[in-house]
């Protein structure tokens, strides 16, 4: 593989042993992928930052970079954490694990990573169009691909960690022009004009496509949630979070039809057995939480909320909303608000990655949501518009 001359001194710890460590695993990675040179980034976005997910193991290996005495190098930020610490009598966690978890955000912060603690880096940081970032969390790389146009691959936290730290990755993936042109053509013969049925369509593209890029011919209500639904699920169920939607993705016109190898109806009835496949058939109402906020959501989302809440459209009474810290003090006015009519509104985390008190029975609008909590929480889940 072809380094630089500073790359190469990262790669030999002239510039420190963990600039090192992080430089000999982006230059393996890199070589078993192909990759004939490394690409410099703007952004980093780690994951693996729950305690809940990542244990003694994650926690030790983020030890063992700071005693090396690890710096970012660029703009870097975090994705969520097990606990929101103004609620932590929702949650069902360990004063040992709420230590461990404090470690973590303490010794990424030491590092020179924001704070974030949220799945939306692209509020705090609007990606730009061909930029190349290292994203961790699959939603948002997704969304950065699609909606943005910006390149990054499905990062791991130990990969995404490692690219800060030397403000590079391989060049490989979808940081290549020629792995984002696509091969499958999709016709999608309904109106996707909310989050349920975006995220319906992603999951049942994502599985179909099979790593194939998508140009999705689709009447898709362009608005953040629906986009922000679609992405989170379509990375998901795909191995390669990108797409190109028509009228959405700013890279449209790469779209040639003459690279089409395949071409995939999408009906009505395709999301219908999606649905069926992703919920639980028994409904149990007085054992329900309800859920918003898979991904965080967004100001003007949080807006919307309290709109049709005070229109008295929807009942806000115990449900819960999950949002960034960013967006919670942006919000806070509106955010009280929804508070006082009886909503539950955390940040820095989301009942996936936590261990948040629900009812045996989940209601939400994100089938990312839906498909982790019933997986790795084991709860029962539906599916559900907001309005
Ligand atoms: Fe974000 Fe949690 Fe969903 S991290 S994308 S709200 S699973």
């Not at 949220?118 to 705090?124: D, S």
């Not at 022009?177 to 091969?183: A, H, L, S």
């Not at 779209?255 to 999301?271: G, M, N, P, S």
Request: include cysteine; glycine fraction near 6%.
């Amino acid at each position: 593989m072809y380094l630089t001359r500073l790359e190469e001194k990262m790669l030999n710890g002239e510039l420190g042993e963990a600039v090192s460590i992080a430089m000999k695993a982006i230059v393996k990675v890199g070589e078993i992928l192909g990759a004939s040179r490394l690409v410099e980034i703007t952004h980093s976005h780690i994951s693996g930052i729950s305690y809940l997910n990542i244990g003694d193991p994650g926690l030790e290996f983020i030890e063992y970079l700071s005693s090396k005495n690890a710096r970012v190098r660029v703009f870097s930020t975090m994705n969520p954490s097990s606990i929101d610490e103004d609620k932590i009598h929702i949650f069902n966690i360990s004063k040992e694990e709420l230590a461990k978890q404090k470690k973590i955000v303490e010794l990424l912060v030491k590092m020179g990573v924001k704070p974030t603690l949220t799945c939306t880096p692209y509020y705090i940081r609007k990606p730009k169009l061909g930029e190349h970032l290292a994203w961790g969390e699959s939603s948002a790389v997704a969304y950065a691909n699609i909606v943005f146009g910006a390149r990054t691959n499905k990062e791991g936290g130990p990969l995404a960690l490692f690219a800060a730290i030397t403000g590079r990755t391989y060049y490989a993936g979808l940081h290549l022009e020629e792995n984002r042109i696509p091969k499958v053509y999709i016709k999608v013969n309904t109106r996707i004009d909310n989050a349920v049925k975006a995220g319906l369509l992603g999951y049942y593209i994502g599985e179909v496509v099979r790593g194939k890029i998508p140009y999705i011919d689709a009447t898709i209500l362009y608005d953040e949630s629906t986009l922000k639904a679609f992405s989170a699920a379509y990375a998901t169920s795909t191995t390669t979070p990108h797409a190109l939607l028509k009228g959405v993705s700013p890279e449209e016109k790469i779209y040639d039809k003459e690279f089409i190898e395949e071409r995939i109806i999408v009906d009505e009835k395709e999301l219908i057995e999606t649905l069926n496949k992703l919920v639980d058939q028994d409904t149990n109402e007085s054992r329900k939480t309800l859920f918003i906020g898979c991904p965080h959501l967004g100001i003007s989302e949080i807006h919307y909320i309290y709109d049709l809440a005070s229109k008295g459209k929807i009942g806000i009474e115990g449900i819960i909303i999950s949002t960034s810290r960013y967006v919670y003090e942006k919000a806070k006015n509106i955010i009280a608000k929804l508070e006082s009519l009886g909503a539950i509104v955390v940040k820095d985390t989301c009942p996936i990655v936590s261990r948040l008190k629900i009812k045996d029975y989940l209601i939400t609008n994100s089938v990312k949501a839906a498909f982790y909590m019933k997986r790795l929480h084991k709860v029962k889940v539906m599916l559900r518009d907001v309005n």
